[in-house]
């Protein structure tokens, strides 16, 4: 071996046992001075104290600090001078070890190197007078010169470590509590040539962070656990965390913060940044106040988001919050409904007029490029905005273009049944929020439909073709440009309501929808439905459920009057067919009102009023009307010879006037319900006749063998009919004709109970044609053979004539009388 290395080696062994010995010594020095040197150490801690820390006892631990001196201080103990008052000890500490500097102790100064705690509670408490155990610490005195120098620097700790610590800041006076269960809390602090600088790692379970304890914990069990590079600048009072990953519950955020000490109070501005986070996991993060309201929404994918807090730790309400969310291609589940494909930018701000407080009433919430698709239907909102969290009010411009189709996703399949056609959307909305949802929206804009087929399930009526636009003012309701088409019915129509907004949301029985309306042509019976009450069909199971507008709009719609004023080129019902028709006609919850209606059929005029009273089993109905001219012929066509089995359209010719007034009940089909019908009828018949009546040639035959009894003429027929249910009752009738004279008096059923009255007198009325004279003409009318006549019901079903005994004559004079006075 070279010398210089056998030299070398001595050297170094010189070294290492001198080294030894050294340690030794300063052991032996230490455990005999320990009561000396805890006293000292004890007067170093207490030297800038407003108050006392005890230590229970201290030992040295040499390996543990090796090459330095360690000592274990246990049950240490920091109390403020007003500790009796409020009882809480600013430290409380089972271990607290302490590593100084060797050869620093011995030359009389104590650096302490590493400040180690295990199993102990911080506490800082400020009570509602803003007193705070923290005074604790004395504030430095401005020192001379002299001073200075004289005396040593203040005691530096250059590495820290925490375990099982609890730490508690309990602020009274600013409602702030912040609860940390410290798991482990160790760092390295260098100092620099003003402040310091530490590295420190952090693992605590966040029990509180009470920013307002009236509003509830952010964070609250949240496990925090990462790294955090903190650094104090002496000359500005601030503590500054460098942006660092910090893992917050299950996911990292970005962190970055700063906390001004030199302001009174207290000042602090947090920043988060999350890239991506589940909306459950970042609302679990805020207070119970904002998170109750943020669970009633959903959104599937994580999201991206920024928050700043800012605030003081003195009294006062909540911090500044600012928050900032980029959504893309996300799932939002709300109170209203599902949002399919949802992008948008959000933003949160508890402060959005700067001055006015930080507040729920100066809360704002703006989304921005709102886009998503609703029930399949897509749409867009260029900015929602809602203010004023107490009372919320939203607002924003909805666009949507889609197939109307779509909307049975929304509506369901029990108001309306979309096939075909498109939509165009443009609303600008302002709405109260309640609930979380839009409540009683006033909306501005318009909505075209073109092309649709569409279904009203309650009145099984279907359209085709059909076209609407909707303009919403900031009050009314216009409607434009509407084309209906319903089989071959076609109707352009016009409408408007006032007040629609508030009516529709309060009032909804007291809308007045207002239509004109124009038709080419109009097939009533295509619109039969709405004879019968409003009925639900069995509904196929919609994709979503019916939604708050689906309800609002179907209850609008059952107990909204509509009143409409129409125009007909052409009305058609079953057989009966009308030119030139008009009508005032009110629908409402009800029933159903006509008024003035007036329409052409047969060369004559037909004008009528009358109701129809809507329930579930039948409906009631009011007829007046008024008839003038009429084709006798087609006017009994039309309408099925009025349920008359024996007398036909066929047998009836001439010009036919009456007025009617009856009531009776009709199906939801327009079917008139049997034995329902009563009122009355007056008619006169001018230049009439009565062609192939089997009735009248099969008496006839044998009786007048030689009169014309295929085509019985009358110059001018009248009369009067009470209709009583299946039997109309006829008032005594003179009828004059070409073949022969008659009386006729009594019931006509319609099923059993006939009962007619025939007074026929056999001459040949011929032979009067040549008298002017009326007087001579009603005498001899009843001269000569007179054959009285009973018709009545046959075992058959059809009517049998049987000749009765003469009446008394002076029974005969007195119904001739009655007779005059009951010609109309």
């Known amino acids: 071996m070279p010398r210089w290395v056998k030299l070398s080696l001595k050297i170094l062994s010189a070294l290492i046992v001198l080294v030894m010995l050294a340690f030794i010594g300063i052991a032996i020095y230490v455990n005999i001075h320990k009561k000396e040197l805890l006293i000292s150490i004890t007067k170093e801690l207490n030297e800038n104290l407003n108050g006392s820390l005890t230590v229970g006892a201290m030992e040295p631990t040499f390996l543990k600090g090796f090459p330095g001196v360690s000592v274990s201080l246990r049950n240490v103990e920091m109390r403020d001078s007003l500790w009796k008052v409020h009882h809480h000890s600013l430290l409380k500490a089972g271990a607290f070890d302490i590593s100084v500097n060797a050869l620093a102790l011995l030359s009389g100064t104590i650096e302490i190197r590493k400040i180690t705690i295990s199993d102990a509670s911080v506490y800082l408490f400020t009570d509602s007078t803003g007193y705070s155990n923290t005074s604790l610490f004395k504030k430095g005195a401005k020192k001379d010169k002299k001073t200075t120098e004289e005396s040593s620097s203040p005691a530096e700790i250059r590495r820290f470590d925490l375990n099982r610590v609890g730490f508690i800041m309990d602020n009274r006076k600013g409602n702030k509590l912040f609860l940390f269960a410290v798991q482990n809390l160790s760092g390295k602090i260098d100092y620099p040539s003003s402040g310091w600088k530490a590295a420190i790692n952090l693992k605590t379970m966040v029990k509180s962070l009470a920013f307002n ?15 955090i590079d903190a650094a104090f600048d002496e000359d500005k009072g601030d503590i500054t965390l460098s942006p660092n990953i910090l893992n917050i519950g299950e996911d990292p955020f970005l962190l970055a913060a700063k906390f001004s000490l030199a302001k009174d109070p207290v000042e602090f501005a947090i920043h988060l940044d999350a890239k991506e986070i589940k909306w459950r996991n970042a609302s679990a993060l805020l207070a119970p106040n904002i998170t109750s309201r943020l669970n009633m929404f959903n959104l599937d994918k994580p999201i991206r988001v920024k928050a700043t807090i800012a605030g003081n730790m003195g009294a006062g309400g909540d911090p500044s919050i600012l928050v900032n969310a980029t959504v893309r291609n996300n799932k939002l589940t709300n109170p209203g409904g599902i949002v399919e494909d949802c992008t948008f ?58 197939e109307v189709a779509k909307l049975n996703n929304v509506l369901g399949d029990d108001l309306l049944h979309f096939t075909k056609g498109t939509a165009d959307l443009n609303l600008h909305y302002t709405a109260d929020i309640v609930d979380y949802k839009l409540n009683k929206p006033v909306v501005r804009g318009y909505v075209n439909v073109k092309n649709a087929d569409v279904s009203y399930v309650p009145r099984n009526i279907n359209f085709k073709n059909t076209s609407i636009s909707l303009n919403f003012t900031q009050t009314d309701l216009l409607i434009r440009d509407i084309r209906l088409q319903s089989g071959k019915s076609i109707v352009f129509m016009e409408g408007s309501v006032k007040n629609f907004m508030n009516l529709y949301y309060n009032e909804p029985e007291k809308i007045l929808l207002q239509w004109k309306i124009r038709s080419p042509q109009l097939h009533v019976g295509e619109f039969i439905g709405f004879l019968g009450a409003r009925k639900g069909r069995v509904a196929v199971k919609a994709k979503s459920k019916p939604t708050n507008f689906a309800k609002q709009l179907n209850t609008m719609l059952d107990k909204g009057r509509v009143e409409m004023n129409m125009t007909i080129d052409k009305l058609y019902y079953n057989k009966f067919a009308g030119t030139d028709a008009t009508a005032d006609i009110l629908l409402s919850e009800a029933g159903i009102s006509l008024k003035n209606v007036s329409l052409k059929n047969g060369g004559g005029s037909v004008k009528l009023n009358g109701s129809i009273t809507q329930t579930e089993a039948v409906n009631r109905f009011t007829v007046n009307t008024t008839i003038a001219n009429v084709d006798m012929k087609n006017f009994f066509y039309s309408f099925d010879n009025f349920g008359l ?70 110059s001018n027929l009248n009369g009067k009919f009470d209709i009583k249910g299946d039997q109309i009752v006829i008032n005594p009738m003179l009828i004059n004709s070409s073949v022969l004279n008659m009386n006729v008096a009594g019931v006509y059923s319609m099923n059993k109970g006939t009962n007619i009255v025939l007074d026929v007198p056999l001459r040949n009325p011929k032979k009067d044609e040549d008298i002017t004279s ?28 049987k000749l009765i005994r003469n009446r008394d004559k002076t029974k005969d004079d007195e119904k001739d009388k009655k007779q005059e006075s009951l010609q109309p």
């Open 645 to 714: 089995k024996a007398l036909t359209y066929k047998n009836l010719r001439g010009k036919f006037f009456t007025r009617t007034s009856v009531k009776g009940n009709i199906t939801d089909q327009g079917k008139i319900v049997p034995k329902s019908m009563h009122g009355s009828i007056v008619f006169d018949l001018k230049q009439g006749a009565l062609v192939g009546f089997d009735a009248i040639k099969n008496v006839g035959k044998f009786a007048f063998p030689f009169r014309d009894l295929d085509n019985i003429t009358f």
């Open 213 to 227: 304890t009236k509003r509830g914990s952010f964070i609250k069990d949240k496990l925090v656990e990462g790294n």
């Open 345 to 402: 930018d959000g933003v949160f701000t508890n402060n959005y007029e700067k001055g006015k407080g930080l507040t729920d009433e100066n809360s704002a919430i703006q989304l921005y490029r709102f886009s998503g698709k609703y029930g399949e239907m897509p749409f867009t909102i260029d900015t929602v905005f809602i203010h004023n969290l107490n009372k919320p009010v939203a607002t924003g411009t909805f666009k949507s273009k889609f």
């Open 774 to 801: 009326k007087k001579e003409i009603k005498e001899r009318r009843m001269k000569g053979i007179v054959v009285h006549i009973l018709a009545t019901d046959g075992d058959d079903g059809k009517i049998k004539f």
